[in-house]
């Protein structure tokens, strides 16, 4: 049974155990923010990633941009 809301304190302390450096912590703090509907900060979270994988692994920049994409589209149908 999965609950983003219990979730969210462990991503969180993830992205902060990996001083905010490993793609992974982001992705899944990223994706805890998006299954609360707080789309701006998996928007925010995901600008993270796409920096670091500017560097580190490029090949997942499209990937980034299209969830990236897909979060800006939700939020807009969602409201703020």
């Not at 049974?1 to 462990?10: D, F, V």
């Not at 490993?22 to 994706?31: M, R, V």
């Not at 580190?56 to 409201?79: F, H, L, V, Y």
Request: proline letters at 6%; charged letters at 30%.
């Amino acid at each position: 049974n999965h609950r983003p809301e219990e979730a969210l304190p462990q991503a969180r302390r993830a992205v902060e155990l990996t001083r905010g450096e490993s793609l992974d912590a982001l992705a899944a703090l990223a994706g805890t923010y998006a299954e609360l509907g707080q789309f701006k900060e998996a928007e925010s979270t995901a600008g993270k990633m796409l920096n670091i994988a500017i560097v580190r692994n490029p090949a997942m920049i499209p990937e980034i941009r299209d969830q990236i994409t897909e979060w800006r589209r939700r939020s807009r149908k969602n409201g703020p």
